[in-house]
């Protein structure tokens, strides 16, 4: 049985070969694009592509795909091209999904390019207000992930993504994505038990652990509150593997998508390393029951 483990796979070639890469590189679960990340237009997925896709993702045995929209679109922007191109970007990157069969869009919220938080989300909420109503055939998931914080992006702090989910008319659409290494980066403390317990519980304070439905799993080049964007290879940044062995013996994340950005390596064999390093960070069944008892005993008067 496949676990919910994977990485970001490329679509070189063809998003079809996305599944079978995964495969090969040990995942339970993938992340693509489902166009060139770096282009506003892409390639048009033909009915072809889609048939393609489709079965091959079928004979792979993935749990599931989730896609991440181009890193151009930026649906806080003020009016003006960027905006107008970034709208025409996630209603095509909806559309795209919608045929593909993929029912979670992973995306930044965006930056505010100097005109205050409160006006980026506000623009956020506006944007999809237009957005949903322009693509009814995708009726998956839009998930937030959280930022590092770097420059005017909003999203860095839970507070920011509640208020895109109650400023929508559609709250129910959107669910979070938690990147581990923008959460470290944005101030919250993942590498001690405590932290990572007291985040946690704020998390589900603020969102709700129900809206959780994907993780970045990335090691931080930087340290705690640096607000800096910089991914590493599992326990060789900033973070370590506490924070990683944490997560991967929460039984609440189990079924949660977990997903690695790290630095790919040639012909792209880090991620089996990674993937490795962190499936040998999952206790036994007995270890956890042991641990779980100390906590117990620690609780009591």
């Known amino acids: 049985m496949k676990d919910y483990l994977g990485a970001h796979m490329s679509i070189s070639g063809g998003i079809h070969l996305a599944p079978e890469r995964g495969m090969k590189a040990g995942c339970g679960v993938i992340q693509v694009f489902t166009q060139n990340s770096n282009q506003w237009r892409g390639k048009p997925v033909s009915d072809a592509d889609v048939a393609l896709f489709r079965e091959k993702w079928g004979e792979s045995g993935l749990h599931e795909i989730v896609s991440h929209d181009i890193y151009l679109i930026n649906l806080a922007a003020p009016p003006g091209e960027v905006r107008d191109k970034s709208l025409v970007g996630f209603r095509e990157e909806m559309e795209r999904c ?13 930056a ?3 005109d205050g ?36 992006n909003v999203g860095y702090r839970f507070e920011h993504l509640r208020a895109i989910i109650d400023g929508s008319p559609c ?6 994505c938690l990147d581990t290494c923008h959460a470290f980066a944005a101030g919250y403390d993942l590498v001690t038990e405590e932290g990572y317990r007291q985040t946690f519980a704020e998390f589900d304070r603020i969102i709700g652990l129900d809206r959780l439905q994907a993780f970045h799993v990335n090691d931080s080049k930087k340290g705690l509150n640096c607000r800096v964007d910089r991914h590493e ?10 924070p990683f062995r944490f997560l991967m013996n929460d039984p609440r ?3 949660v998508p977990k997903l690695l950005e790290t630095p790919k ?20 069944g007995s270890a956890q029951a042991r641990k779980a008892g100390r906590e117990t005993h620690r609780r009591q008067p």
Do not use: W
Request: hydrophobic letters at 40%; proline letters at 4%; glycine letters at 12%.
């Open 171 to 176: 709250p129910e659409r959107f669910a979070v």
């Open 233 to 242: 290879h599992i326990g060789q940044g900033a973070m370590g593997l506490a």
């Open 265 to 284: 390596g040639d012909n792209d064999e880090m991620d089996a390393v990674n993937l490795k390093v962190l499936r040998d960070l999952v206790e036994s």
């Open 253 to 255: 994340f189990a079924r």
């Open 112 to 114: 505010h390019t100097g």
């Open 98 to 110: 919608s045929r593909l069969g993929i029912t979670k869009i992973v995306m930044h919220p965006g």
């Open 117 to 152: 938080e409160e006006t980026g989300i506000r623009r956020i909420c506006e944007a999809f207000e237009q957005l949903f109503p322009q693509v009814p055939d995708y009726t998956g998931k839009v998930l937030l992930e959280i930022t590092a914080g770097q420059g005017s």
